[in-house]
T-cell receptor, first 111, second 111 residues
Framework: EDKVVQSPLSLVVHEGDTVTLNCSYEVTNFRSLLWYKQEKKAPTFLFMLTSSGIEKKSGRLSSILDKKELSSILNITATQTGDSAIYLCAVEFNSGYALNFGKGTSLLVTP | DVKVTQSSRYLVKRTGEKVFLECVQDMDHENMFWYRQDPGLGLRLIYFSYDVKMKEKGDIPEGYSVSREKKERFSLILESASTNQTSMYLC??????????FGPGTRLTVL
């Protein structure tokens, strides 16, 4: 059973649209949730969330954690073709610092 | 800037060969990780290490071993490569208080 589930698995939008990506996780020994963006190379870090209800923001991207619902969302406003990528959600459980990754959401932004 | 480097970007090996994938980080991180990434399966943890000469199995250690003789270097070894080990291999490192940084990845093809 997957510990981290992302939805949707893929998404196609037009430039300028706003998208919301979802990530849910199991409750066991949660420490932090991270979002990464992966283009045709290694994942690059976007956000780390540890506290519920506090929005993290970077330009057109924002993310928030809901510990009660065991979930997080990643929002991208005014999407651009450069936002096309796989967005990965990862959760750190307990100690050891290893991350459990979801399968990712593949986002395609068309002109 | 944190730098994680991997010895090869692309590698082609034959079934039964012994394969070494090298990863080096320059930030004195205690923790290092090896993942493999496959379409539809996401990133899966193979092994990780939280100190020199220490190693822990991840979710899919079968067919792999690792070596960490120096803090900055973490090697992944395929003792006898098989075609089902064709994949993208990603190395990562982190400290106890920071996020996880990825190397550029090694795309391994086993013929």
């Amino acid at each position: 059973e997957d510990k981290v589930v992302q939805s949707p698995l893929s998404l196609v939008v037009h430039e300028g649209d706003t998208v919301t990506l979802n990530c849910s996780y199991e409750v066991t020994n949660f420490r932090s949730l991270l979002w990464y963006k992966q283009e045709k190379k290694a994942p690059t870090f976007l956000f780390m969330l540890t506290s519920s209800g506090i929005e993290k923001k970077s330009g057109r991207l924002s993310s928030i954690l809901d510990k009660k619902e065991l979930s997080s969302i990643l929002n991208i406003t005014a999407t651009q073709t450069g936002d096309s990528a796989i967005y990965l959600c990862a959760v750190e459980f307990n100690s050891g610092y290893a991350l459990n990754f979801g399968k990712g959401t593949s986002l395609l932004v068309t002109p | 800037d944190v730098k994680v480097t991997q010895s090869s970007r692309y590698l082609v090996k034959r079934t039964g060969e012994k394969v070494f994938l090298e990863c080096v980080q320059d930030m004195d991180h205690e923790n290092m990780f090896w993942y493999r990434q496959d379409p539809g399966l996401g990133l899966r943890l193979i092994y990780f290490s939280y100190d020199v000469k220490m190693k822990e199995k991840g979710d899919i250690p079968e067919g792999y071993s690792v070596s960490r003789e120096k803090k900055e270097r973490f090697s992944l070894i395929l003792e006898s490569a098989s075609t089902n080990q064709t994949s993208m291999y990603l190395c990562a490192s982190r400290s106890a208080t920071d996020t996880q940084y990825f190397g550029p990845g090694t795309r391994l093809t086993v013929l």
